[in-house]
């Protein structure tokens, strides 16, 4: 099979209507309203289903110029995984860019591992890119949803299954998700309290990949100032640090 005739029979898989979280179902809703619990608990499915040891979901930051990844989620939670802190950091940019413009998954090896190289390295529409993680096996699956929104869905483990005839599948839940997850607001996880115009500035140069040096200097503000805003910030909408605040932020359409 052709690698245009394999994309074609993908792409055509996620435009079906199907269940988001598991098995096909006809007729069934494709966007279910979820909470970040409930996200978490359908993403730890589909790892069962693959036998992967971890997982995460992050969005990619809007700016064009620093390619970015912000966890929304991942094993850990409501913590936040070492691998996790890896994907998000500057090993990051290959995938972002990539993710932006495909839907193609990655998969890596660095664990020493041969059999994961072998079972990735039979999979058609796949290519093979730089470990996210170090000491590490894993997939990365893009993803996308309304509003422009992009991201990527990992899964982790030394042990994975992943045949050929799943791989679609499998991607395919991980864009419901990913679509569900980015179309839950205030009312469906709790008010939000409100954000100023001054600490969504201060979020959105955090996502364009700015240090709070660099804020401060384009907002003419002390780094303290930035800095606060910036907490402020993350505590109103109930992150545990400023990355997971501008998932937070991405995911609710507070910035874009």
């Given amino acids: 099979m052709k690698r245009a005739d394999i994309k074609e029979a993908a792409e055509a898989l996620f435009n079906e209507q199907r269940n988001p979280f598991g098995a096909f179902s006809l007729g069934s809703e494709t966007h279910h309203a979820v909470s970040i619990p409930d996200a978490v608990r359908r993403c730890r499915w589909i790892a069962v289903d693959i036998n992967?040891?971890?997982?995460?979901l992050f969005f990619v930051s809007p700016s064009p110029e620093r390619a970015r990844l912000f966890p929304c989620l991942d094993s850990d939670y409501p913590g936040i995984a070492v691998a996790t802190k890896f994907i998000s950091g500057a090993n990051g940019e290959e995938i972002v860019r990539h993710t932006r413009n495909s839907t193609e998954p990655r998969w890596w090896t660095d664990d020493g591992v041969a059999a994961m190289a072998e079972t990735f390295g039979n999979l058609a529409w796949t290519e093979q890119m730089?470990?996210?993680?170090?000491?590490?096996?894993?997939?990365?699956?893009?993803v996308h949803a309304d509003r422009g929104q992009c991201g990527l869905v990992v899964f982790l483990g030394s042990?994975?299954?992943?045949?050929?005839?799943?791989?679609y599948e499998i991607h395919a839940r991980c864009f419901s998700l990913f679509a569900a997850v980015a179309r839950i607001r205030p009312g469906d996880a709790g008010r939000t309290r409100a954000i100023s115009k001054r600490e969504l500035e201060c979020l959105k140069l955090t996502a364009n990949g700015n240090t709070s040096e660099e804020i401060a200097r384009l907002l003419k503000l002390s780094v303290h100032t930035a800095n606060q805003y910036l907490t402020q910030s993350t505590q109103k909408l109930n992150a545990v640090n400023r990355n997971q605040a501008v998932a937070k932020a991405l995911r609710l359409g507070l910035i874009e």
């Fill in 159 to 167: 042990e994975m299954a992943l045949p050929q005839d799943a791989l």
């Fill in 52 to 56: 992967a040891s971890a997982f995460g």
């Fill in 130 to 142: 730089a470990p996210l993680a170090p000491g590490t096996s894993g997939i990365a699956f893009p």
